[in-house]
Every structure is written in structure tokens, then in C-alpha cells.
């Protein structure tokens, strides 16, 4: 089903009018942590300023280690709603075991799933069930074809709503985090037509990175950017700050991305 021999326009998913998919181009920005209500209502102001569509951030979150900040859970998801309503964005939160699929669906537009859960096949199968749109992130070290195949659970379980996200793979490279395979994007769009996304947060680690990787997201054809912003990156309470955009910066990036393809 993901495969564009089955299927062979361009998938479009609709959220609210927000088109993703085909020749738009949709930025979802915010931070690594929903961490406070002043926080996120103050992120999700910039992110709209600047003409970003979606507000991303984490309430469930992944943390390599057990006695990390493991996000603030479903108050996160209240205040990440009211934020995202308050000011005309759609928002996307990560959903980590089959039991909070419900409940993160009432509160967000679009579920993420994690790097480290792409083979969460139980997650997958319950994804499947519902039609909340979903950003798959690309496991940091599948394949395309185990990328594509982790996909393939959500769409054969009847939901069709299912977006791909490269997000950087492992490598012997310690500078940065991860390394974005930018070549993932035509090759999955290629392979398949499904939305394809790029992560230059998480693909590089590295603020100073974050702007011309997301620029040759653009150019490699990217249906969207999903990127991490914040207030006070250096007093961000995941350790993402360190790839973190300033809020100017983020501003500057979309104003420089309309150049490449309208922001729509
Ligand atoms: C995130 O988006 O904050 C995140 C944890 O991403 P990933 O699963 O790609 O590491
Ligand atoms: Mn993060």
C-alpha cells in the first residue's frame, strides 16, 4: 500500500485545509518538550509569526535514559491544544505506547512515532485503527525497505493518513548526532508516495547546522520541515537545546525557504 506501483499520484493529506503532500510545503516548529503553559503559548506565537503551519512538542518523551526528564504528559497535551488553538496551528506530539494513542489522538492533529518505536509494531497495528494523520520517524538504523515497511502496518491496518519522516541515521561520524540522509527524501518519494518530511534538528544536533540542512531538505524536494525551536534553548529541559533554533533564526528561515517553494 505504500508503494507507488500501488498508488501512483502523490498523497495529500488535508488537516483542517493545511495541505501536506504533492507541491506544498509545511513547517512544523516548536520545542524538543512541552514544559510549561507560558512556554509553549509563547513558542507557538512565534511559530505562527513566522508562517509556520504545525506546533510540534513532546509531552511522552523518548529519553535514552530512564532518570531523564520524561516529558509532563497529559497536562503537556492540554496545554500544547490550547496553544495550537489559541493560535491557528495545528499541532503534532509524539505517542509512545498503543494505550495513550487514544488519548494523545483527542488532544493533537498529527501523532509522531518515534525514532526508536518504528518497529513498535503493536503502536503500528493501533495506529492503523484510527485516521489521525501520522508522521513515522525514520528508525536510525532501518533501511528504506524496513522504513517502508513499518508504514505499511499503519496503512494495512485502513488508516491512510500516514507521512514519512527522515530524521538522521547512525553513522561512525561523532560530529554531529546523526546523519541526515538527504538522499532518503527522493528515493522514498520515488519508492513511494507517501509525504516525505525532514527532520534537520535531529539529523544534525547542531543549531549551526539546522538552516542549510533544511534548505537542502527543500531542494531534495521535501514535502515539509520538522524543526525545533526555542525560547531559551541553553534552559531546555531535554537536551535538544544544542540543535534548538533562537526564534529569530527560525524566522529567517521560512522567510529564506518562500524563496525556494511557497510555505502553504
Ligand atoms: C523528537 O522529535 O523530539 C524526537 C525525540 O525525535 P526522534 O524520535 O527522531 O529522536
Ligand atoms: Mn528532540
Do not use: W
Not at 20 to 46: K, Y
Not at 206 to 224: F, I, T, Y
Amino acid at each position: 500500500l505504500a508503494s507507488r506501483d500501488f498508488h501512483p499520484d502523490d498523497t495529500i493529506i488535508d488537516i483542517k485545509g493545511v495541505k501536506i503532500g504533492g507541491s506544498n510545503l509545511v513547517v512544523m516548529g516548536g520545542p524538543c518538550a512541552v514544559e510549561s503553559p507560558e512556554q509553549i503559548d509563547e513558542i507557538a506565537r512565534l511559530v505562527k509569526a513566522a508562517g509556520g503551519q504545525v506546533l510540534r512538542g513532546g509531552a511522552f518523551k523518548p529519553r535514552t535514559g530512564p532518570y531523564s526528564f520524561q516529558g509532563i504528559g497529559v497536562e503537556g497535551l492540554e496545554m500544547m491544544a490550547e496553544a495550537g488553538r489559541k493560535h491557528g496551528l495545528l499541532t503534532i506530539t509524539e505517542v509512545m505506547t498503543p494505550e495513550y494513542v487514544d488519548i494523545c489522538a483527542q488532544y493533537a492533529d498529527i501523532l509522531q512515532v518515534g525514532t526508536r518505536n518504528m518497529q513498535n509494531f503493536d503502536l503500528l497495528r493501533k495506529l492503523g485503527t484510527i485516521q489521525t494523520p501520522v508522521l513515522l520517524k525514520r528508525g536510525f538504523s532501518a533501511t528504506y525497505d524496513e522504513f517502508l515497511n513499518a508504514a505499511e502496518y499503519i496503512l494495512a491496518g485502513g488508516n491512510p493518513n500516514v507521512m514519512l519522516c527522515e530524521r538522521g541515521i547512525r553513522t561512525f561520524e561523532s560530529y554531529t548526532r546523526n546523519t541526515l540522509d538527504l538522499a532518503a527524501i527522493p528515493a522514498l518519494q520515488q519508492l513511494s508516495h507517501l509525504p516525505v518530511i525532514s527532520d534537520p534538528s535531529h539529523g544534525t544536533g547542531r543549531r549551526e547546522l539546522v538552516e542549510p540542512m533544511a534548505k537542502a531538505s527543500v531542494a531534495a524536494g521535501a514535502n515539509g520541515l520538522i524543526i525545533e525551536m526555542h525560547t531559551d534553548p541553553d534552559n531546555s529541559m531535554t537536551g535538544d537545546g544544542v540543535q534548538s533554533l533562537f526564534p529569530d533564526q527560525f524566522a529567517n528561515l521560512l522567510k529564506d525557504l518562500e524563496k525556494l517553494a511557497p510555505i502553504v
